[in-house]
């Protein structure tokens, strides 16, 4: 078929205006009625500009086509002259074919979209009761209804009202319909409305202000009698008449239904009583009422009906509301809540799911709300029933991160749109996202999206879905927030005296300091103040859970103090994870972590991470050592680079081990004290060794440019060569080299002495961090020998002079920094030293026994209590490792698994071999084990390294805590420390000293 010029011309533009069957728009317009549309190009850009041109055109026929002559010229006269009716008309027509249809039954109501005044922009309740004054009935208010509902869907067509104002636009139409039904119903029924006063209660999203376009109206209805009236009657005669009003919103008419009133949030839901007297709503609340109940509550207000009334309900049950959260398992409730919420979404809708599912808007509402409850209890600010004024108070008062709350509105508000542009085409309660493709085209040009408007929609949607989940998770399940709500009213937010009366409750020995300290943290207008102040009243009991609740509050005040001008670290704290509750158990642990933190308070980021805590490997720290001292321009500047990776890491350690000790809420204390240990000791060798790799890479480039004239290797010795370091153990080390073809012997030693003299000098440069001493006191000779040998040095001295207890510290033997070829064949020369084919002959065991013997007599210091003595004590360290590393000599050549440098490790390879049984192998093993963390624990308290317990009562009791013994259990600490060393001593006996 040929198509005419001009037709041919139509149907293009029609299609360059986004008409998606341009050949019925041209069959439209071709109508008689629509000559003056057709040639007006003004008029077709208002219909391509609509959210579905096709829609819209039809719906304007329709229209035109139901006036009488007279009023379609009024009509198309007006569209084409008035640019805001034109926009409006057409906007809603191309939205909505439910509100198309009603114009086409009632077709003058299109006079309602011709006023454009200011006033007219954002209507109140008041001017919708004018616009529904006329309806008597439930017919008219159907039609007064739809007609103030095309002038909301107008403006949010238009854009000249944002999603927040139409929703509360919708509530206030909601507010003057319930009035205008419930007038109705007072006039059908005089007789029952001269006995009652009855109160109509707005709940959820009416109540909120933030209703949708189709959805039930939550209502609970309050009755008393007047004066003198029988009160039975009085409310069987409240119920008839909300019943009735009831009946004229929901019940199906010629002009449909309005919307249906769902009073089931009342007490008891659909087996309660409609109506109720105000005493007993507060009489169920207060005794029968669920935690969903109060949550439901927050959003109560009153719209219709008797005035006082309803603001004696909305007084009376706000009380109870703020103080929901003291509740047992508050928190927990809401949250199992709103998981039953997902899981009762059918499988096959879940994805579509804009209210309920995952990202969607009960999230937001969800997460905003439990916020609200939890906090709401001290700040009045909270106390919004309106989802997104709710969300910006929470913002000011720093209870959610500004950053946070705007991506949260942005997402809502967009969500919500979908919302409403959704139900608004067909005016129908759903809350799914359409699958249809041309569907999803008008609902994405409804919202502005107009390159590729179905593309672009998925794009945004599941961007808003993404954030929203993502936020919700971390504020929903805030672990902050249970905490919080455990606080007994007026804990929340201390006033002074408060604050000085729970803090001497709580055990601070210096309730006076400790006031001073929050008054200088809390107080103030600012967002950090505030931010604070909902930290603290949390802080303070996790503090109190210590042994020095004083000393935990001081390193806060520093921390933050140090950190108070960094926007993340607050943040950090009421955000993320167990962060705020990990800082506490390490600030009032003792002064080891404090300090570190104090020096590296950056590294507070590192408890806020479920990964932050757990060690690194030597490789990595290695890795980023030798490029920190590669990047100094100075020797000493390179060291103290790697003494801030070693600060950072050692607080790294400390800390989770502090933590794994203790546990948290989320955490519980670590079932294996082994595992800690093992965690502790790998941790620090680790960082000990990749920190001497970094001094040596230091002393060498200072003088020869990182090639050193001979081969040079660091090899540790004692707890260092097996993994067993403490935070402050020394460094003992064997140095060896061996010299570079074409360098003499002479100028090779001179250059490995340079190197250890330099290395020493820059890890002895004075520093607060916990020095790194490096001993060598294990060389051969000893203090009378060569700092550094060459490898045929050390092989000549052992074939020669050796004695057993060398062989003996050789065990412990492991290369740990330099050339490791150098290092892997200086344990080949070893191996047979320490690992003596044919095991020890019975003179080389009486001196280790001789040795051992001296050592308990010689060393233990004078006045140590020796049933308290970690290291040389009764089954201590060296009764356990002595016992341990006989076996390695004696049977070592014959068993591989003993062929280790970590004592732990030879104790289970001896018992697998049938060395030990299996009750002395445990024996030993607790007792080594609780030695070796009483050791680190004295360290992390005391902030020095100790081999007894501490003698300071605080000090004593923060070890107890470390080892998991409650107040007040220091007494049993100490008898089972006792208990476990006397066992490990008489395994000593049987099996090292043969008894």
């Not at 067993?724 to 030693?749: C, K, N």
């Amino acid at each position: 078929m040929t198509v005419p010029g001009r037709r041919s011309s139509t149907f293009t533009r029609l299609l360059r205006h986004g008409f998606t069957d341009p050949s019925a728009a041209e069959r439209l317009l071709d109508l008689p009625d629509m000559s003056s549309v057709r040639g007006d190009p003004v008029l077709l850009d208002a219909l391509g500009a609509a959210s579905d041109p096709d829609l819209a055109l039809r719906g304007l026929v329709r229209l035109v086509e139901a006036q009488d002559p007279v009023e379609r010229q009024t009509l198309l006269g007006t569209l084409v002259s008035a640019k805001p009716l034109r926009d409006r008309l057409i906007g809603v027509l191309g939205a909505s074919e439910a509100l198309g249809d009603h114009l086409a039954r009632h077709p003058r109501d299109w006079h309602a979209l011709v006023t454009y005044e200011a006033a007219d922009l954002h209507p109140g309740v008041e001017e919708f009761e004018r616009g529904l004054a006329d309806a008597t009935d439930p017919v008219t208010l159907r039609i007064a209804y739809r007609r103030c509902l095309l002038s909301i869907a107008a403006r949010d067509v238009c854009g000249t009202t944002d999603v927040a104002q139409a929703a509360a636009e919708l509530a206030d139409l909601a507010t003057a319909t319930l009035r205008a039904a419930l007038a109705i119903a007072r006039t059908a029924a005089p007789a029952d409305a001269a006995q009652c006063r009855l109160a109509v209660i707005a709940m959820g999203k009416c109540g909120g202000h933030e209703l949708n376009y189709v959805s039930d109206v939550d209502v609970i209805f309050v009755g008393e009698p007047v004066e003198g009236a029988d009160e039975s009657k009085a409310m069987q005669a409240a119920t008839r008449l909300a019943s009735h009003l009831m009946r004229i919103c929901s019940e199906t008419t010629i002009e449909g239904t309005i919307w249906p009133v769902d009073a089931n949030l009342r007490p008891e839901g659909r087996n309660g009583p409609l109506v109720r007297t105000l005493s007993s709503h507060l009489a169920y609340y207060q005794r029968w009422a669920k935690t969903w109940e109060f949550q439901a509550l927050l959003k109560a207000r009153p719209v219709a009906g008797d005035p006082m009334l309803g603001e004696e309900y909305v007084e009376a049950v706000s009380p109870l509301v703020w103080q929901a959260a003291e509740r047992e398992n508050f928190v927990a409730d809401v949250q199992k809540m709103r998981r039953r919420v997902v899981d009762n979404i059918p499988v096959a809708e879940v994805h579509r799911e804009l209210k309920l599912g995952p990202g969607g808007l009960r999230d937001v509402e969800f997460a905003v709300q439990l916020l609200q409850l939890v906090h709401g209890r001290s700040d009045a600010t909270l106390h919004s029933g309106t989802t997104l004024k709710a969300l910006q108070s929470l913002a000011a008062g720093g209870y959610v991160g500004r950053a946070d709350a705007a991506q949260l509105d942005a997402a809502y508000r967009f969500l919500r749109a979908m919302e409403h542009r959704i139900q608004l085409y067909r005016l129908r309660r759903t809350h799914l996202v359409p699958e249809d493709e041309a569907d999803l085209r008008r609902l994405g040009r409804s919202l502005g999206l107009r390159t590729d408007p179905v593309a672009e929609l998925n794009k945004e949607w599941k961007r808003h879905a993404s954030v929203v989940r993502r936020l919700h998770e971390k504020i929903f399940y805030r672990p902050l927030l249970d905490a919080v709500a455990q606080l007994a009213p007026g804990e929340t937010r201390l006033s002074p005296k408060a604050a000085g009366q729970r803090l001497e409750a709580l055990g601070y020995a210096d309730p006076a300091a400790a006031l001073r300290h929050l008054e200088a943290l809390s107080s103030g207008v600012t967002r950090k103040a505030a931010i604070q102040r909902t930290l603290l009243p949390v802080l303070l009991g996790w503090f109190a859970d210590s042994a020095d609740p004083d000393a935990g509050l001081l390193g806060f005040r520093k921390v933050s103090d140090a950190l108070g001008k960094t926007p993340w670290y607050l943040r950090l704290l009421r955000d993320e994870g167990a962060a705020a509750e990990n800082l506490a158990r390490v600030l009032s642990a003792g002064r080891l972590a404090p300090d570190l933190l104090l020096r590296a308070p950056e590294a507070v980021a590192l408890l806020g991470d479920p990964e932050g805590l757990g060690p690194r490997g030597r490789d990595a720290l290695e890795q980023e050592i030798l490029a920190a001292v590669g990047r100094a321009e100075t020797t000493e500047g390179g060291v103290a680079s790697a003494r801030g990776v070693r600060r950072r890491e050692l607080f790294r350690t400390a800390a989770a081990d502090l933590i794994g000790s203790y546990g948290t809420e989320d955490s519980p204390a670590e079932a294996d004290p082994g595992a800690l240990v093992d965690r502790v000791g790998n941790a620090v060798t680790d960082l000990n060794a990749a920190t001497l790799a970094g001094a040596l890479r230091a002393a060498v480039r200072e003088q020869w440019d990182d090639t050193l004239p001979t081969r040079f290797a660091v090899i540790g010795m004692g707890r260092f060569g097996g993994h067993e370091q403490s935070y402050g153990s020394d460094a003992d080390v064997l140095f060896v080299h061996e010299p570079r073809e074409g360098v003499d012997d002479q100028e090779a030693t001179r250059a490995a002495n340079t190197v250890i003299a330099e290395m020493r000098r820059l890890l002895q440069l004075p520093t607060a961090d916990p020095p790194l001493l490096i001993d060598v006191d294990l060389r051969p000779e000893g203090k009378s020998g060569p700092m550094v040998r060459t490898l045929a040095s050390y092989e000549a001295y052992y074939r020669r002079w050796s004695l057993v207890w060398e062989s003996q510290a050789l065990l412990r033997a492991e290369p740990m920094a330099g050339d490791a070829d150098l290092g892997r064949r200086f344990v080949e020369l070893v191996d047979p030293l320490r690992y003596p084919a044919e095991g020890l002959g019975e003179d080389a065991v009486r001196e280790i026994r001789r040795l051992k013997a001296r050592m308990e007599s010689e060393r233990l210091p004078r006045g140590a209590d020796p049933t308290l003595h970690t290291k040389l004590g009764r089954g201590g360290l060296s009764d356990v490792e002595w016992t341990v590393q006989l076996f390695q000599m004696q049977h070592g050549w014959a068993e591989p698994g003993l062929r280790t440098t970590r004592t732990r490790h030879a104790l289970a390879a001896a018992h697998a071999a049938g060395l030990i049984s299996t009750e002395d192998a445990q024996i030993l093993d607790e007792a080594w084990v609780l030695a070796t963390r009483v050791r680190n624990g004295v360290m992390l308290v005391r902030g020095r390294a100790g081999d007894t317990f501490p003698s300071d009562g605080r000090e004593l009791g923060a070890v107890g805590r470390y080892l998991g013994y409650g107040p007040g259990r220091v007494g049993d600490m100490l008898d089972d420390y006792r208990r476990t060393t006397r066992r490990a001593r008489a395994v000593v006996e049987e099996l090292f000293y043969g008894a």
